[in-house]
């Protein structure tokens, strides 16, 4: 079974930059039928897709979230890492992690000084 897992602080200030880690288990995150993925759900509002990395190291980002956004592989640990700069209270959410069809449970970020 696949598991996924997210890590990271739940506290941010703003201007900072987040960094959440994803860790894989139960499949490989160089497995080619896998795309894996970064979303968010701020309070109240509904699902938001950040970004998409494909088994080919392919990556796809919100193009309106692009230039504040990285995504990155570790395939020697088998994790899923996410950067996102600049941040603002705008970027309060849950922050999912998911596998094709996998979601992981989520971790709250919030972000105030």
């Known amino acids: 079974q696949v598991q996924l897992q997210e890590s990271g602080p739940g506290l941010v200030n703003p201007s900072q930059t987040l960094s959440l880690t994803c860790t894989i288990s139960g499949a490989s995150i160089k497995a080619d039928n896998y795309h894996w993925k970064w979303i968010r759900r701020p309070p109240g509002k509904g699902l938001e897709w950040l970004a998409t990395i494909t088994s080919s190291d392919t990556i796809y980002y919100n193009p309106s979230l692009k230039s504040r956004t990285s995504v990155s592989r570790d395939t020697a640990k088998n994790q899923l890492t996410l950067q996102l700069s600049s941040v603002t209270p705008e970027d309060t959410a849950v922050y999912y992690c998911?596998?094709?069809?996998?979601w992981g449970q989520g971790t709250q970020v919030t972000v105030s000084s």
């Open positions: 998911m596998g094709n069809h996998y």
